[in-house]
């Protein structure tokens, strides 16, 4: 699907945020632990979230769905058939953490090839890693990954890289192991304490312990939970960058600061304005000029790689150079290509620019970016290629003079709700 996006003018109004995409699909993959019902609450209507209720109904799951209420009963579960598995082959990452519920529920799963975001290999060896670890056997072959397991046992397991979604794989896989588990190296963002806090409601025996480790002692039965889930920081940062960027204003509801801390630090920096209120967080540009920046992308606590995008857009506006050192992903400048195209000068190097040296830096990846601003924006035919390149695109094309077209935006409805909705309220003129 196309749209049209007239640009040129300030953003002005309010936006609601909901649940965080990357916690409710979670939340509701933990919902398999138990036969017990469970409420998610706050969760937001978009692509993602309908893929992981349909992974659980094919699974034998009831799903209720009243307006951000979600009631979820898997008391009768059972193996996907194949073409019910090869539905979901390539549409999302969700499939890789049923292992640790459908393990315990059901001693065996298949887990069809995975989609998600296209920026980089994205491998799954931590996954597989320490579900050996926790015993399961893993068979892959080139459809996906067969597992079985008769009983999950605790185990000591080391990530090389704080992962999200492997901690969340040991953290789903571990609460009905026998005995206790040891999760060193995890990662510790929001929406995985988040999760933790969901858990821990369930009935599980979870600690989050100093330098990144995790206890999980393992219990023979969970229960249901009914819990709010926390609203979607990447959604708010997003929209932040799009009111900087127009020199606009917009209030996020329910944006929380606590998970944006390191984020705010630097839109002060750039010359962006904030209140926090009670019911949101209030962002605008606050001085006549964006000011340029360095920004290095890192594990929470740190600035997240996926408000990396939307900020690139608005550095394009800064008065200088701006340096960005993406340190998660070793191939998240793809998108800098079409900004190029529009106007933008950003250059890609493979060293470590500007501050620590990573991983990545003595390998042939372009991870580091210099951006000469400010750049005025042209209009044209933009095609979305993942999620948050997508809504950074967006950004470009409110800065930009003209109308763009912007092609594939079903990849931004995968994580953004309603988003033509929202910018056509913050007066926006779009069209299809
Ligand atoms: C989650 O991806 C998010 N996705 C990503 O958001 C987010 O960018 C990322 O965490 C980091 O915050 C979801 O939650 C669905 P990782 P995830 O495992 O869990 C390497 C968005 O736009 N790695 O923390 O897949 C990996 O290659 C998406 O909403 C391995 O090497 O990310 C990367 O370099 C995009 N082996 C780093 O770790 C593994 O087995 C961090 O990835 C797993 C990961």
Redesign the pocket.
Same mark, same amino acid.
């Given at each position: 699907m196309d749209i049209k996006i007239q640009g040129g003018k300030s953003i002005k109004g309010e936006v609601e945020t909901h649940g965080a995409?990357?916690c409710v699909?979670k939340e509701l993959v933990a919902s398999l632990l138990t036969s017990s019902e469970c409420v998610l609450e706050n969760v937001p209507d978009i692509i993602d979230v309908s893929l992981t209720l349909d992974m659980i109904t094919a699974l034998g799951g009831k799903v209720e769905r009243k307006d951000r209420s979600c009631v979820v009963r898997t008391s009768n579960i059972k193996l996907m058939k194949r073409s019910e598995i090869d539905s979901f082959s390539g549409k999302s +990452?969700?499939p890789i953490l049923l292992c640790g519920p459908l393990l315990a529920r059901l001693g065996e799963v298949f887990v069809p090839s995975l989609g998600?975001?296209n920026?980089? *290999? +994205? *491998?799954? =060896?931590?996954?597989i890693n320490a579900l050996k670890s926790l015993g399961a056997i893993v068979e892959e072959n080139e459809d996906g990954l067969y597992l079985k397991a008769d009983g999950l046992m605790g185990a000591k397991i080391a990530l090389d $890289?704080p992962?999200?979604?492997?901690t969340e794989q040991v953290l789903l896989s571990s609460v009905l192991a026998k005995g206790k588990t040891v999760l060193s190296n995890a990662?510790v %963002?929001p %929406?995985i304490i988040d999760l933790v806090s969901l858990l821990q409601k369930m009935g599980a025996e979870i600690s989050v312990d100093t330098d990144r480790q995790i206890t999980i002692v393992g219990v023979e039965k969970l229960h249901g939970y009914r819990h709010v889930a926390m609203p979607d920081r990447?959604e708010a940062v997003s929209w932040a960058c799009a009111a900087i960027a127009t020199g606009g204003e917009v209030l996020v509801k329910d944006a929380r600061q606590k998970d944006m801390i390191t984020f705010l630090n630097k839109y002060r920096q750039i010359g962006g304005g904030f209140e926090v209120r009670d019911n949101g967080i209030k962002f605008w540009r606050e001085t006549d000029i964006v000011k340029p920046v360095f920004i290095e992308t890192d594990v929470h606590p740190g600035f997240?790689? =996926?408000w990396q995008q939307p900020f690139v857009v608005v550095l394009t506006q800064a008065d200088g150079v701006s340096i960005v050192h993406e340190t998660? $992903? %070793?191939n998240r400048f793809g998108f800098t290509e079409t900004l190029n195209k529009m106007g933008a000068k950003i250059q890609l190097y493979r060293d470590c620019l500007g501050g620590m040296s990573c991983r990545f830096g003595q390998r042939n990846y372009l991870h580091s970016a210099v951006i000469v601003g400010r750049t005025p924006l042209k209009a044209g035919k933009i095609v979305v290629p993942d999620? +948050?390149a997508g809504f950074s695109y967006i950004i470009a094309a409110l800065i930009a003079k003209g109308v763009s077209q912007i092609q594939n935006i079903n990849i931004i409805e995968r994580?953004y709700e309603d988003f033509v909705g929202k910018l056509t309220s913050l007066g926006v003129d779009v069209c299809s």
């Open positions: 995409k990357n699909t +990452r969700v998600g975001c920026i980089g *290999p +994205r *491998p799954i =060896d931590f996954h $890289y992962s999200v979604g492997a990662a %963002e %929406e990447l997240m790689t =996926d998660v $992903y %070793e999620l +948050r994580g």
